[in-house]
Each structure stands twice: as C-alpha cells, then as structure tokens.
C-alpha cells in the first residue's frame, strides 16, 4: 500500500468533451418514451443534487467542477423558499440563496441544471422549506385543496419562474434549465388528504403547466401525475419503477446514495458497490435521468436544519463529502460508473432493447440495432453467490449483487462489486485556537441568568405549544414559574413531559439536568430529584427546538413544548403545575441583544479572561482568532463542549451537540463490516456507537479573514471552551 498525499480534488482541468455545451444557444426540450430530448439530440442524464444554501457561494464553483469530474453533465438543487420569502412578500437571493449566480456557474461549467421548484422540499430541512409564518395565515392547510396556501404556493412558485425567465435560465431562452419539478413526494402524503389532495395535485399540475417554461415539468415520487406531468421516483433502487406514464421518460430523481444523520444516532453507510449497482440496474432497465440525492450533501448553517435533530451536517456520506472534496473510493467508483455508461449512451438511448434471462436472478439487458452495434449490462440480482454465465458464447464472472458493463456486448468495461478507484484516509488535525500567533487567547464572557431576562413576553396559566409561541424566531422558549412552600418536603421530585424536543431545567436558579428526545421519538419524559428551601422556589425551564418537522401530511400542525410539569413528594401529594401561573420569555437574552453580530457587545457586561469558566451554563464566550494554517477545509472541534450555537464573523456556523449515539443498547448495533450485498436500508451498516454523532462543524474558509476572527459560542448548559479547537481536513490519497 503506497500512499500518498495529492491534489485529490481537481486532478486535471480536463475538459470533457462529451458535456461540452456552450449554454448561450437556445435548446428545445423534450420527451418520448425513452429519454429527454434537447434541441433534437437524445441525452442521458447523469445530474449531482447540490443545495446551493448547504454551501457557500465560494464553494460553488468547485463543487460544480467536482462533479463534472465525476462525470456528472448536470446539477440539480431544490428551491428553497423559506431562505428566499422570510416575510411575506419581502424576497432574499443574497449570499448563500443566490440562486441565479449559483445557476449561472452551473450554465458556465457546460451544465444541465434541474430546477425542483417545490415549493415544500422536506430535505431535512427546516419546516419542509415552507416558511413558518405561512402556517400563521388564518385558515391555512398546507399541500391541499385550500385557498390561502393554493395562493402563497403560486405567488411564490410563479414568482421563482418569472425570475428564472427574466435571466433567461430556461433551456429554451438559452439558460441550463431543462427540467423543473412542482410539488414534491406528495404521492407519499397525498392519501392523507383525500379528495382535497387529489384536487390539489391536479392544481398543482395545471397551475405549473400554465407557466409556459418551455421545459418538462416533473412530480417525484409519484406514480399517477397528472398527465402533462413527468412522474419520476426517489429511493434506493428505481429499475422496477412502473409509473402510470409509459409515454414518458424513466425518470430517477432520488438516489439516496448515503443518508442523514441525527443528534444521538449512529452513522449510515451506504457502500459505494451497492450505490452502482441501483444506478447501473436503472440504465440497465431503460431509465434515462438520474439525479444522486446528495452528490453533495453539505452543511444545515445556522437553524436551517430540519427535523426534529438533524445535525448541522449534512454530509449525506455524498460521493463529494461535506467540506467539497471527493469522497473515496465513492466518488471515483462512480466516475468510473459513469464512464462506462456514457460509453453505452448511443445504443442505450437508440437500440432496440431486449432482455434475456441466463438463469435465476441472472439476466442480459441487450441494445441492438440494425448496424449491429450493441451494448449490454449483465446482472446477477442475487445476494450470495457470485455465478459464471454464458453471454454471446463468451463467459462472464458476475459477483453477488452486481452489474457488469458491456458496451460492446464483448467486453466487460465495468463491474459494479469490483472496486478499481483509489481510497483515502481521511484525518482532522486539530489545531489550537490563536490570538495573533499565541495560544494564550484573552476571551470575553457572559453569563445570563436563568430564567425571565427582561418582562415576560406573556403569562398564561397553561402550558402553551412551544412552536406557536416562537413562530421559530428562535430555538428557546422559556417557562418560568415559582411555587411557595412552607416545608421542603421529603424528597420532592420535579416530573415533566414535553412534547419536544430538549430541555434543560433550573431550580432556583442552578442547571438541575437536561431532558430530551431523539430523532425518532422528539417526546420525552424529564425526571429529576429537587431540593426546594421554604418560601419562594424558582422553576425556569428552557425549552428547546432543534429544527422543526420537515415532512409528513399535516406535517405543519406538530407541536413542541412543555405539556405536563409536576412535584411529587410534597405532603405526600402531587402538586400539578400545569395550570400554575406561567410567565414566557422568547429566546435567551444574548440572542435578543445580538451578541452574535460582529462587533457589538450588547452592552453586557462582559468578563476579560485567559481562563474561561467550564462548566457554566448559559454562557457566552467570544475570542478573536487567527486563520487556521494551510489551506484545507476546516471543521470546529466541539468536543469538549455542551450544546449551543456558534458564528464566526457573525455568519452562523449553526447549532452544535456532541451528543452520542448509544451503544450496547438492545439493537442498536454497530457492524465492523458492511456486506454491501443486497437491498440497503439506512439501518443496515451503522457505525460510530458511543461516538458523539457530530464532533466537526464545517467553517468555510472564505468566513476567515488572517487574524481578528470574532468566533462567538453561546453555550446552554455548561461545556469547557478551551478544549475548542479548529481541525483541518486532510485527505491522504491510498493507492495499491
Ligand atoms: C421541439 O422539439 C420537438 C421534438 O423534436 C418538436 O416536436 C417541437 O415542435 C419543437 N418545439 C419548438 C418550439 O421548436
Ligand atoms: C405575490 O404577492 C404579492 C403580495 O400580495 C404581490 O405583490 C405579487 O404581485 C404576487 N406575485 C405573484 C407572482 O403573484
Ligand atoms: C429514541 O428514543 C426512544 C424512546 O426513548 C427509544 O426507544 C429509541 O431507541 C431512541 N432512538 C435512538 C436512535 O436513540
Ligand atoms: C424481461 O423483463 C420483463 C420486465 O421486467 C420480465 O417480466 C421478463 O420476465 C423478462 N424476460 C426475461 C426473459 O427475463
Ligand atoms: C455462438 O456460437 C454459435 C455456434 O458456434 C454461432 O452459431 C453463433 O453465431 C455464436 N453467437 C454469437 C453471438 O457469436
Ligand atoms: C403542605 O401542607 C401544609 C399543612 O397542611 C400546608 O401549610 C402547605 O402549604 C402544604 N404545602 C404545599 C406545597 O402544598
Ligand atoms: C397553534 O395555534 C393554532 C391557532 O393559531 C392552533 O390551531 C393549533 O392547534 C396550535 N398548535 C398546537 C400544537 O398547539
Ligand atoms: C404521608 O404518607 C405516609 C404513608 O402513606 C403517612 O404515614 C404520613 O402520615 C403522611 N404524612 C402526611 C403529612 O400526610
Ligand atoms: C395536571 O393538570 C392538568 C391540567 O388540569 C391535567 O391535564 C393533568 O392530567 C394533571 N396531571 C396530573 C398528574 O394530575
Ligand atoms: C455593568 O457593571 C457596572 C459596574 O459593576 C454596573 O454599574 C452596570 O450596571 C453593569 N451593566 C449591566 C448592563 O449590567
Ligand atoms: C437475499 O435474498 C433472499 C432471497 O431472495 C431474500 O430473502 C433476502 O431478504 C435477501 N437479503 C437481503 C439483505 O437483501
């Protein structure tokens, strides 16, 4: 084994000249049965989704030119509405939701873009990409036959379409557009809403086709698109995709090729041989548009990460990896995927297609024509054993769970199972934390108290829904109330239920314990010994969300917040304090005050010390760093820390929690090796039990500047800030 340290992410400025497309012609695009076709030419799609918010307009280029290299010929991006309309009628495409510059380096890569409207994304992001306030229009259902949100989906969706024409980014005006999709996986949802849904698609279709784009409309994971609608799958494996348009084009618009995480779970791992394999069985089997959901998955900045507990990574094990470097052996098994299909392309999209069975689970997929010209893909569908087949007399080796390609129908250019790229090893150098070239930094601190920090927003004797009272201006909503004793009681325990998602609680003023949900289950029940003194007991509660509901019918109604809280043990009786007076503050006071925003100290009084207190909860701590050395992408060790929020240069590097996944649980297993043969599911080859589920949080390099880098923490229940530090990705090459 040589290894070696390279250049990995731009090997070459090679040009292919195979996606070359000047982009300033004005294309024609249509359909048949069989593919797209763009100005008259039949085409195989092979696009890269990038999530132009899950990255910086800096790493724009490269990331295009990453999948470029990697054989991609177009680039695919949902809409992300709630980035784009933060209040009603009052529109943002700066900075990360540029999404006309995004496009346009797309266009000048040579690239196809496909423009997923939405406008509901899900994608683990927050609320579904559907802005909050929207659910505050009075009367408002969303994704149904309903009146106000028919109205604000086509405001914005017709406003997204004027803008991609008025740039002229539509194939048929000389843009890269040349598919676009409305609505998104509704064919999961739609049942749930009963006629009202399916008079709703219908809407949707009509109100899309109305637009006149001049390119195919799409509607994913739906199997009975209206029909001028394109109806196209999303999942681990699409070759027995049989929607209702046999008229139409096999249209793959998901394939998951890893997939997310959340805070307290484990690592998925989809292996790089069973990613080929879908992709090869979809061309294998006649489909003609693939779109790999992530190629790169990215970063959720700030609070944009939906949920409940999707981590601030998005990394998606996406063959280019969070930072933008290619993910080995991933990303070049699949560049040499790629390959071999665009060598097949011409008999693909024109031969005359035949498939012949070579014994159980064992079967030719053959493209001939009249020259005799002709490729084919052979595939053993089975999961154990590698078999030995004749094909055209000649014989075959075919592994387990794998395709070969044929594009000659003689030579077999690429097996799926046989791995030919390079690996890496991938290593974070930690690197400390410097003021002006010295270790010894001089930090500011604030610590807020517990509890009500100016007058209550509200008083209510109830417990209210914690995401009706934020409207998600903020992850913190505070619950405070006091209770009078006149005896301490015997052993008092403080009971709370909440619906989701964390909690940490505080007994006359001290942090007493943090309560929470998971991913899969955000309610829970919080159960602690209190101590109470007699007379007046504060109860401060900071309730938490960590990323809204992103998908789901009705997905818009699920709650957060406290629903429940009691003291046991107090004269022998229960004291039910649920309907005790309550006092509400919104967000912690840092956040009100801006301390996050460069510059300003929120005139607080702020401690200057080179030993910053651990443990501390509701801490601030802010320290001007220098640039880390070298040039490699750059993730913040927080490791050491509790949970909170981080912002370098007052760009949000977004919520951290170095929260574990269990281990030795009953089934929560980790495998030490991953059979890649047979069907995936996100829960087939996890690793990373009882390692924390993010350590790193990606800080683009462009957010530095050499020295003076405001790097502000706000830390919510108490972490040890000198054990931060900033590690550099390396990415080490391995060749045999
Ligand atoms: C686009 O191409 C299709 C098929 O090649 C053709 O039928 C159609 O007339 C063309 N439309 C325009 C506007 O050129
Ligand atoms: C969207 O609504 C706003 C405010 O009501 C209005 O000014 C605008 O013209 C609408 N846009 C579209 C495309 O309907
Ligand atoms: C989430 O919490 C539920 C209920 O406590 C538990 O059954 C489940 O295993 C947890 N899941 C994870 C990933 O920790
Ligand atoms: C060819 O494919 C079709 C559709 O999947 C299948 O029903 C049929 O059995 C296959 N024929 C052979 C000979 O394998
Ligand atoms: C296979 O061999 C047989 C007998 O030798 C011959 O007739 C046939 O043409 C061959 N087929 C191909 C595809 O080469
Ligand atoms: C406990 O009982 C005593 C005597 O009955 C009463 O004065 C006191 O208020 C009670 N305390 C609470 C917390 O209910
Ligand atoms: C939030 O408030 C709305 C009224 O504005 C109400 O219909 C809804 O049930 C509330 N949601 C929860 C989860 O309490
Ligand atoms: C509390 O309950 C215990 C056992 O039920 C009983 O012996 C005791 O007298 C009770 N104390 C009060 C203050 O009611
Ligand atoms: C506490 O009071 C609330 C509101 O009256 C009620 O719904 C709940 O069941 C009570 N909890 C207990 C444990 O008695
Ligand atoms: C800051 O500290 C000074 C001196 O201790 C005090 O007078 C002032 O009120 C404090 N300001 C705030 C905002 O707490
Ligand atoms: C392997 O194939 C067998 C037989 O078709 C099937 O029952 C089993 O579920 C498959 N295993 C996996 C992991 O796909």
Partial sequence: MKSATANI???????????????????????????????????????????????????????VRTAKEGGCNAIESYVFWNGHEPSPGEYYFGGRYDLVKFI?????????????????????????????????????????????????MQNFTTYIVNLMKKEK??????????????????????????????????????????????????????????????????SFYCDQFTPNTPDKPKIWTENWPGWFKTFGARDPHRPAEDVAFSVARFFQKGGSVHNYYMYHGGTNFGRTAGGPFITTSYDYEAPIDEYGLPRFPKWGHLKELHRAIKLSEHMLLTG?????????????????????????????????????????????????????????????????????????????????????????????????KPGLWGEADFVKNELVDHINATKDTTDYLWYTTSITVSETGRSPVLFIESKGHTLHAFMNKEFIGTGTGNGTHPTFKFKKSITLKRGRNDIDLLSMTVGLQNAGSFYEWVGAGLTSVRIEGLNNSTLNLSESSWSYKLGVQGEHLGLSKPGNSGAVNWTLTTKPPKKQPLTWYKVLIDQPSGNEPVGLDMLGMGKGMAWLNGEEIGRYWPRKARKNYPNDECVKECDYRGKFMPDKCLTGCGEPSQRWYHVPRSWFKPSGNELVIFEERGGDPTKIKLSRRKVTAETS
């Fill in 9 to 63: 992410a731009f090997p070459a400025m090679a040009v292919t000249l195979m996606f070359l497309w000047g982009g300033c012609l004005t294309a024609n695009v249509s359909y048949d049965h069989r593919s797209l076709i763009i100005d008259g030419r039949r085409e195989l799609i092979i696009s890269a989704a990038i999530h132009y918010p899950r990255s910086v307009p800096a790493m724009w280029p490269s990331l």
């Fill in 352 to 448: 005359e297609h035949s498939n012949v069975s070579l014994g159980p689970s064992l079967e030719a997929d053959v493209y001939t024509d009249s020259s005799g010209a002709c490729a084919a893909f052979l595939s053993n569908t089975g999961n154990k054993t590698d078999m030995t087949v004749v094909f055209r007399n000649a014989s075959y080796h075919l592994p387990a769970w794998s395709v070969s390609v044929l594009p000659d129908c003689k030579n077999v250019v690429f097996n799926t199972a046989k791995v030919t790229s390079q690996t890496s090893k991938v290593e974070m150098l930690p690197e400390d934390l410097k003021q002006n070239g010295k270790k010894d930094l001089e930090w500011q601190v604030f610590t807020e």
């Fill in 169 to 234: 980014l539509f194939a048929p005006l000389g843009g890269p557009i040349i598919l676009s999709q409305v609505e998104n996986e509704y064919g999961y949802y739609e049942g749930a809403y009963g006629e009202g849904g399916k008079r709703y698609a219908q809407w949707a279709a009509n109100m899309a086709i109305s637009q006149n784009i001049g390119v195919p409309w799409m509607m994913c994971q739906q199997w009975d698109a209206p029909p001028a609608i394109i109806s196209t799958c999303n």
């Fill in 104 to 152: 346009k380096i797309v266009q000048q890569a040579g690239m196809y873009m496909i423009l997923r409207i939405g406008p509901v994304v899900a994608a683990e992001w927050n609320f579904g990409g559907v802005p909050v306030w929207l659910h505050y229009v009075p009367g408002i259902v969303f994704r149904t036959d309903n009146g106000p949100w028919k109205h604000y």
